[in-house]
């Protein structure tokens, strides 16, 4: 009996579903599905220098494309059906121009570019990021339900990493797109402590740092639900500030550290010391259980230079680069060009885009590129904290948390490109970029 009321109730729902409701779905699981590398190999440059395969200067197509454009497509048939009832928007103005002419940028670029068909195919990428902005601005989805959404699959992203660090190689689950991993393989990121190498978390990302610009993501997230008293989300935290510390990323840890005291001040937030020093001492144990103090003292009291000096590195390139092309070498070309601008002989490995994403669009999208994003960024931040004070008091806050995590990411894009050289970081850009749109449109006119 209960059966054939089970599926009764399943019949019933299937009818009375609609294709916004299917579209809605579907970017859900485009947004679980954001994490893991599912992929195949599009087109890769053949003008590389390196004489390597090269992520950089290579296109893929991931299973996210595909749930995405079928979320698309069943959003265009809701509309065709008259669905789909709310009125159609670009999200503010000034926003969407300012979209507009990187889209116009972008252009220009592929024309200056070396291997303009790599340009071409980056472009397309941008684009649909952009389109994904003006999907999550049309109120299509539930702005918390994504928000869920994220957090629950960073934090399968963080059991994975927390394996990773334990057992200190792959799991095995190369299906989900983990890379293989080993602290003896080259190219893979490890501490060299008194000669022993120790690798850092990765989950199913390409790189430790990408993992933890998303555990920042989920952090700031997830203590929405905190300040909402759901006690879920306290072993949610403390799971996610674990897989945070086993990445070992010094940017990420400070983005997430300047980004709290942001919304500490505004938010006039009174931390008892208890739960302070509670905090300290789960996690001093923790790090002590995985044998991490050591490494953790190396990484982040910068003992090893290494790093900063591969970054300083990137960055006399980069201003070579730009003074040459203050105009752009085209979008996804930085690394092609990168032996013309240096004599020393690089390991394949070391052939990447600067460490600094708004020097790395300067090169690529020229200054006038580096101007629209940072107007970008700014107006965003802009919109956002004006429609928080006028609605501080609904969604405890929302748009807050919002606002906190792009400057996260802001911040993180200083230390590092990822969030607009590899489309994990692409994703993750605008899909704050997203809630923020979501966020500032919904709220104006309610």
């Known amino acids: 009996m209960k059966k054939n009321q089970l599926l009764s109730a399943i019949k019933k729902y299937i009818k009375q579903c609609t294709f916004t409701d299917v579209s809605a779905a579907l970017f859900y699981a485009f947004v679980f599905l954001m994490p893991f590398q599912i992929d195949v190999l599009a087109y890769s440059s053949t003008l590389f220098k390196g004489g390597n395969f090269n992520p950089f200067t290579s296109v893929f197509y991931y299973l996210a494309d595909i749930v995405f454009l079928l979320a698309l497509i069943a959003w265009g048939v809701s509309l065709v059906r008259g669905e789909y009832k ?31 068909f790599l340009s071409l195919l980056a472009l397309l990428r941008l684009v649909q990021m952009i389109v994904m902005y003006f999907y999550m601005a049309n109120d299509v989805t539930n702005r918390q339900t994504v928000m869920n ?33 080993s602290p003896t393989l080259p190219g893979v990121a490890k501490m060299n402590i008194d000669g022993v190498n120790t690798m850092r978390a990765y989950g199913t990302f390409p790189h430790p740092n990408i993992m933890a610009g998303y555990l920042v993501t989920a952090i700031m997230f997830t203590f ?12 949610v935290l403390v799971l996610l500030l674990a897989a945070l510390l086993l990445t070992f990323s010094r ?41 991490a103090e050591q490494t953790i003292l190396h990484k982040l009291l910068f003992v090893d230079r290494a790093s900063f000096d591969q970054r300083v590195f990137y960055f006399s390139i980069a201003k070579s680069m730009m003074y040459a092309h203050p105009l752009g070498v085209g979008l996804s070309n930085f690394t092609l060009l990168m032996p013309d601008y240096t004599f020393l002989k ?24 580096f ?33 906190a995590t792009l400057i996260a990411l802001a911040i993180i894009g200083l230390f590092d ?27 104006s006119h309610s």
């Open 86 to 116: 709310k009125k159609l928007t670009y999200g503010k103005w000034l926003i969407g121009v300012i979209l507009l002419a990187l889209i116009i940028v972008g252009e220009w670029s592929v024309f200056v570019a070396e291997d303009q």
């Open 149 to 181: 959404v994220f957090i629950a699959s960073v934090s399968v992203q963080a059991v994975i990493a927390l394996l990773q660090y334990v057992t200190q190689g792959s799991l095995g689950i190369h299906v989900l797109g983990e890379s293989v991993l």
């Open 224 to 235: 929405y639900h905190i300040r909402k008293k759901e006690y879920i989300a306290y072993p």
């Open 251 to 291: 940017s990420a840890m400070l983005a997430l550290f300047i980004a709290g005291l942001f919304f500490v001040s505004v938010k006039e937030v009174k931390i008892s010391l208890k739960y302070i020093l509670l905090g300290v001492s789960l996690l001093g144990l923790f790090i002590v259980i995985v044998n």
């Open 346 to 369: 690089l390991a394949p490995w070391d052939y990447q885009p600067v460490h600094n994403m708004y020097m790395l669009l300067a090169n690529e999208l020229g200054l006038p590129g």
């Open 371 to 403: 101007i629209i994003f940072a107007l970008l960024l700014v107006v965003l931040a802009v919109y956002l904290f004006s429609t928080y004070i006028q609605r501080k008091q609904r969604h405890r806050g929302m748009g807050l948390y919002i606002l």
């Open 417 to 443: 490109h990822y969030l607009i050289s590899l489309y994990q970081g692409q994703l993750l850009l605008f899909l704050v970029i997203g809630l923020a749109g979501h966020y500032i449109m919904k709220e």
